[in-house]
């Protein structure tokens, strides 16, 4: 039985529940570029040139963006060792002397108590944002 995976498998099943999405470092570099050529085309076109400076900004900024969103769950399991380490004790700090016999009965365990839950779910988002940093999104 490896704990370490258990944890992680619980993390996707709390997020995938609640349809977590996260976004990468990356947003600021789709503005900067609509902000960048917005800028360009109005010194070289006036009004125009920041139109249309920024539509070509604005797609630009799109594509150096897309893909940026994933779901929770897939960011979990590409985690390195290293980070997945530290996201299993961030949430043994909360399940502490719980005891289990596979993934079925931690999720189960888990999922059954509201209190304990919020806290995973808490120590996960705390996690994605303060070491992977990370926006978070819920899908509506």
């Known amino acids: 039985m490896n704990r370490l ?13 609640q349809q977590i999405k996260t976004a990468v470092q990356g947003s600021a570099k789709g503005a900067a570029a609509a902000g960048t050529l917005a800028f360009a085309g109005g010194l070289m076109g006036g009004p125009l040139g920041i ?38 004790g961030d949430v043994m700090a909360i399940l502490g002397e719980v005891q289990w016999t596979d993934v079925a009965q931690l999720t189960a365990l888990v999922m059954g108590n509201s209190t304990m839950k919020q806290q995973v779910t808490g120590a996960l988002l705390g996690y994605v944002t303060r070491e992977l940093q990370a ?3 819920y899908v509506d």
């Not at 995976?5 to 529940?17: H, I, K």
């Not at 979990?76 to 530290?86: G, H, R, V």
């Open 5 to 17: 995976q258990d944890v992680m498998r619980l993390c996707c099943e709390l997020s995938a529940n």
């Open 51 to 88: 139109a249309l400076g920024g539509a070509v900004g604005g797609l630009l900024g799109c594509w150096l963006t897309s893909g940026q969103f994933k779901p929770l769950p897939q960011i979990i399991m590409e985690l390195s060792p290293q980070q997945q380490q530290k996201l299993y």
């Open 135 to 137: 926006e978070v999104h």
